[in-house]
């Protein structure tokens, strides 16, 4: 093989660096804040490096190709009681999205009712709601604990936490790649730097955004006219069902306990939102 002349190999190295600067540039320029604080003050600076346009287009595709399965199974509930229960709490949500950000009365909201008996709920980033009967038929949740969940799920899309989420993991992966520096390492080596970028950088975030949505979310349920309380009774009603749980050190979420105990805090800053709002 050819040796490399010396001023080649002076311009890769050159070319390398800058390369390297960009990059460590581009992980540091991307900080925003996507919400208004609202009366919970949420104002933490987030890291983006993805566009929303192109985690929309995204979860957009998986929205409905959800949809799409459900409805071939038979699961998709599209009309009824249950359907527009539903339909009524979402409608009130989101029209207290505008408090914390202008744009949303342009997003393309959707809700997806499917018939199973998953606990879970979720809202994908451009207003896609989705809920499952199982969380509301299990828990034999009233309205208020409806749009407390409701609330938090869209708070997620609010504070755009899957974007978040994405711009983490290209941020980890480059960082990963300017230390190894191409050269060679062990998959041992590999996986060890993986293992602690994830605890530095995605597990305290996760329950950072966790407790974000709570915040968020309580607020919209308040303002769009249901007790606060709901939030309160939603937990304990998980706790409930899903026995001790896993140890909040171990895990991406808070504890119930402490969720519990932060939602129960929060009622005297919503609940004059919550007197004030016109009620279903």
């Not at 919400?35 to 490096?49: A, I, N, S, W």
């Not at 709570?214 to 606060?228: K, N, Q, T, V, W």
Request: hydrophobic share 40%.
């Amino acid at each position: 093989m050819r040796a490399l002349s010396v001023p080649r190999f002076l311009g890769l190295r050159i070319f390398a660096c800058a390369v390297g600067a960009v990059a460590v540039g581009v992980l540091f320029s991307g900080c925003a804040t996507t919400t208004r604080p609202g009366e919970v003050g949420v104002e933490r600076q987030q890291f983006m490096l993805v566009s929303a346009a192109e985690v929309e287009r995204m979860s957009a595709t998986s929205y409905n190709n959800q949809a799409n399965q459900a409805r071939a199974q038979g699961k998709l509930i599209s009309s009824g009681p249950e359907y527009d229960r539903l339909r009524k709490i979402a409608n009130r949500i989101i029209a207290q999205a505008g408090v914390f950000r202008d744009d949303t009365k342009r997003w393309n909201w959707q809700l997806t009712l499917i018939d199973s008996p998953a606990l879970n709920a979720s809202c994908m980033p451009g207003g896609k709601i989705t809920f499952y009967s199982g969380i509301i038929r299990r828990l034999k949740l009233t309205d208020p604990e409806i749009a407390a969940i409701m609330g938090h799920e869209v708070a997620h899309a609010l504070r755009e936490h899957g974007r978040e989420k994405v711009s983490r993991a290209m941020g980890q992966q480059l960082l990963l790649e300017l230390a190894l520096g191409g050269k060679s390492n062990s998959a041992e080596q590999i996986k060890f730097a993986q293992q602690v970028g994830n605890l530095l950088i995605t597990l305290p975030n996760s329950r950072e955004n966790e407790s974000e949505a709570d915040r968020i979310g309580i607020e919209l349920s308040a303002r769009a006219g249901y007790d606060p309380m709901g939030a309160v009774n939603v937990w304990r009603k998980m706790a409930a069902a899903g026995g001790g749980g896993t140890p909040e050190f171990l895990s991406t979420h808070p504890s119930h306990a402490n969720r519990i105990n932060e939602l129960t805090q929060l009622q005297t800053v919503v609940r004059p939102l919550y007197e004030a709002a016109p009620k279903p």
